[in-house]
């Protein structure tokens, strides 16, 4: 006992963390003390799973169960095609038993696979959209993946389900290489997006688009569990509901590109979800038959998704940063750091900066539609300016162009930030679309912190020049 009260003492001198050492310590040997099954499930000519030590967790995966029989979980494959019979841009979705039923289009190698969620369907609405933009911008294969057996509670079944039905794509995807298309994509919601996954683990897969993967179960587990870089070339995921123990997202980085989305904290204009049961425990009782789960920042994702890729007067733009809180003190306002990138945004088609775990911070605006354009504003101060040099307070700004457009920008953080008037200042400003241009008048709000402790003093600001820029990216990254 002494010995060991010697070294516990020791490690909390010298450890910035003496809870996430226990929890790095407890991850090590988790399974020390814990007894579970292994055991193999095959499915025929699709192939087999295995459940070994790297799925078991004490705390992060406690318990994992046999998936049900593939023809229990029905994974059914639906190309997605504009209907024949509609002048407006109406949807088909044809069933095709494999991937050998895939009819090519001309001058097309790729492919793109959409996959539910948990309690969810291959006919959902975000499916639908996003399936419409592909096929309205280029010409591609669209493939809606079904797994809605599979994916009711409870949760630990649906998420064992989940690896059948990568067995299912990996099988598919064999008959479609058949037909010369190589290039693959695939856009996964929760746990659709570890589908994916699974997917790229065993095949080749070009690009990944992870819209809030599921956290409970998956994160801080080992690679093979979850949604992870080395799944595809190119692995972008959209973080928006990972404020509580309730919330189906994650904080973990998962991809090459990671937005945290108001830093996945609750979405705007959502509500609160912590009083209600946790996803993970529902049952078959928990959701009558035409219900909705609440799960308000959870599908945010989705719809910030469908807004990048389609709208073309704003950018999703997300700030390579250390954490969202750094983010909002305006520590991360450059999209250039010796000569590197750090800045990406959402949907892009193509970028060379691709360096797996970076984080990147963006806010929105409250309601649809939700895409704002970031300035980078700098002020410069007068001499005049008196008193303490130091000021706490908050810019507003109102753009005017010469066509008579105004435009509010607000900082990225609402809340006051300190500054010293001896040196210029930049913020962020976010503004809703379109972009002004030809700036004809600007006119500044300077709002002073009547919190700050300086009775005496006079908080007038004198600015002498402010610096513009709206922040970009180019289409072709």
Request: with cysteine; charged share 20%.
């Amino acid at each position: 006992m002494f010995f060991i009260f010697i070294y516990i003492l020791t490690y909390c001198v010298v450890s910035v963390d003496l809870f996430q050492f226990l929890d790095q310590l407890l991850l090590s040997t988790r399974n020390a003390n814990q007894t579970f099954e292994k055991y193999t499930s095959c499915f025929g000519d699709i192939g087999c799973i295995s459940i070994t030590e790297e799925w078991y967790h004490q705390k992060y995966r406690p318990q994992n169960v046999k998936p049900l029989d593939r023809n229990t979980i029905k994974t059914e494959f639906n190309v997605v095609v504009k209907s024949k019979n509609s002048v407006v841009f109406d949807l088909d979705f044809i069933h095709i038993k494999n991937g050998s039923e895939i009819e090519k289009p001309s001058n097309n190698s790729k492919i793109v696979l959409l996959i539910h969620d948990f309690t969810s369907n291959g006919l959902t609405g975000w499916i639908k959209h996003v399936a419409a933009l592909y096929l309205i911008k280029e010409q591609v294969t669209v493939v809606s993946v079904d797994w809605q057996a599979g994916a009711e509670p409870p949760f630990e079944q649906a998420i064992s389900n989940a690896r059948v039905v990568a067995l299912e794509i990996i099988a598919f995807l064999k008959d479609v290489k058949k037909k010369g298309i190589e290039s693959v994509h695939i856009v996964g919601h929760g746990v659709g997006a570890h589908i994916a996954g699974y997917v790229g683990h065993s095949k080749r897969v070009l690009k990944i688009i992870g819209l809030d993967p599921t956290g409970p179960y998956f994160e801080n587990m080992p690679a093979v569990v979850r949604l992870d870089p080395e799944d595809a070339t190119w692995v972008e995921v959209i973080h928006t509901d990972a404020y509580s123990a309730r919330s189906q997202g994650t904080q973990s980085t998962m991809g090459h590109f990671d937005f945290y989305v108001n830093g996945a904290d609750m979405q705007p204009l959502c509500n609160d979800v912590t009083h209600l049961p946790k996803f993970t425990k529902l049952d078959r009782n928990s959701i009558k038959e035409g219900a909705i789960l609440p799960a308000c920042s959870h599908k945010r994702s989705f719809k910030y998704y469908i807004e990048a890729i389609h709208t073309e007067d704003c950018q999703f733009i997300g700030f390579q940063c250390k954490n969202y809180k750094e983010f909002l003190k305006g520590k991360c306002i450059d999209c250039f750091v010796e000569r590197n990138l750090t800045c990406a945004k959402i949907g892009a088609t193509k970028n060379e900066f691709i360096k797996p775990g970076v984080s990147y911070f963006l806010k929105t605006a409250d309601s649809a539609p939700f895409c704002m354009n970031p300035y980078k504003v700098t002020m410069f101060f007068d001499e005049k300016t008196h008193g303490k040099s130091e000021r706490t307070g908050t810019f507003e700004l109102l753009m005017i162009n010469d066509a008579g457009f105004v435009a509010t920008a607000h900082p990225t953080n609402d809340a006051p930030a300190s500054f010293v008037t001896t040196e210029p200042f930049s913020m962020i400003h976010y503004a809703k679309p379109p972009v002004v241009v030809n700036l004809a008048e600007l006119r500044l709000k300077w709002i002073h912190n009547p919190n700050s402790l300086c009775v005496f003093c006079n908080n007038a600001v004198y600015v002498r020049k402010v610096h513009i820029q709206l922040i970009s990216i180019s289409k072709n990254e």
